[in-house]
């Protein structure tokens, strides 16, 4: 088995060292500054011996993302003190909360459009990404990502999407520029480990659509008796600092749809080790299409848990559907 990559964590590790310096710099008696560069380099010193990233107790692995979140972590959950349980439960309790509140009204209805959703994390915080926004031309955005990984890490990169395609959407640029810098800040900001594959869609108030697929699950898209789905059309964010992204143009007519999920339905798995997968969901679809979205959401997950006979979900659960109306 290869060695885990090291790398991320000395250079953060040595990032933090080189500011706690700086910090001292200015002020050479705080007591608090000079034990946290003496953590820094404890953690450092673990690194170049090989024991890095080991429970001081049992030896196992720490969980890699508290070891991301917290690079001086020395214990793994199992060997948490009381104290740290708790305040552990406290801060995942504040990032549910946080989390909650980026997300979207559970109903939106736009100038002929109406969205509906349906946001589920595998523990108390999610790594999926779902957002709703408006420009000033009128035009509205749909976003459904994933990040890759999960817990509080993946929930922070989150956070760090949903704050980024807020900003760049109010600068009014074409909306594969929009990903592009997107994927470029999240490339630069980020661990090398990182990325989030990602739907985007820009739709007017005439019912032309823009889609760009970076690396996601392919939506559906619902016409008629139709039913045919848009393809990645660039890598996942965050990847390659340079990625480009090309888009796919449609135009939706009353009654139309738009499917987006995350690949923790298409590859949820039942009791004999089966993925779900997306024909499955396109079957539902194309049976129910006519139900509002949140009905239509109501009975694919009802389905999904059916299939997947009472085990519990290992990823987090996004879906999301847009109906054109007249």
């Given amino acids: 088995m290869p060695e885990p990559d090291m790398s991320p ?11 706690l310096e700086s910090a001292l710099a200015s002020y050479p008696d705080d007591r608090q500054l000079r034990g946290l560069l003496d953590e820094v380099d404890a953690a450092l ?18 969980e890699p993302e508290r070891l991301i979140a917290n690079p001086l972590e020395q214990y793994c959950l ?22 909650s509140a980026l997300l979207p009204p559970p109903s939106y209805h736009r100038d002929g459009w109406t969205v509906s959703y349906h946001y589920e994390g595998a523990g108390p915080v999610s790594g999926d990404y779902c957002d709703l926004l408006t420009d000033e031309d009128d035009n509205f955005y749909f976003l459904v990502g994933d990040v890759a990984g999960k817990g509080i890490a993946a929930s922070m990169l989150m956070a760090h999407l949903h704050a980024t395609f807020r900003a760049l959407v109010s600068q009014r640029l074409a909306l594969n520029a929009v990903v592009e810098r997107a994927s470029r800040i999240f490339c ?42 848009i393809d990645a059309t660039g890598l996942p964010l ?47 679809v194309r049976e129910h299409r006519d139900q509002s979205p949140g009905e239509l959401i ?15 979900g290992p990823d987090d659960i996004t879906m999301m559907v847009i109906r054109r109306l007249d």
């Fill in 9 to 19: 964590y000395q250079s953060q590790l040595f990032e933090r060292r080189q500011k």
């Fill in 45 to 62: 010193t673990r690194l170049a011996e090989g024991s890095y990233g080991l429970c001081m107790v049992c030896e196992d692995p720490i």
């Fill in 78 to 99: 199992d060997h948490l003190t009381p104290h740290q349980q708790q305040a552990l439960e406290e801060d995942l309790e504040l990032a549910r909360q946080i989390q």
């Fill in 188 to 229: 630069e900001s980020s661990l090398s480990t990182h990325f989030a594959t990602l739907v985007a869609g820009k739709a007017s108030t005439s019912g032309e659509v823009e889609l760009c697929n970076a690396g996601h699950v392919p939506p559906l898209i619902v016409k008629s008796s139709e039913i045919g789905h």
């Fill in 238 to 284: 965050g990847m390659f600092c340079d990625g480009q992204f090309s888009l796919h143009r449609t135009r939706l007519a009353a009654g139309d749809l738009i499917v987006l999920q995350t690949d923790g339905i298409s590859e949820a798995r039942n009791s004999r080790d089966e993925e779900y997968g997306t024909e499955r969901l396109t079957e539902i």
């Fill in 298 to 312: 109501s009975t694919c997950m009802k389905d999904l848990r059916a299939y997947r006979t009472n085990l519990e």
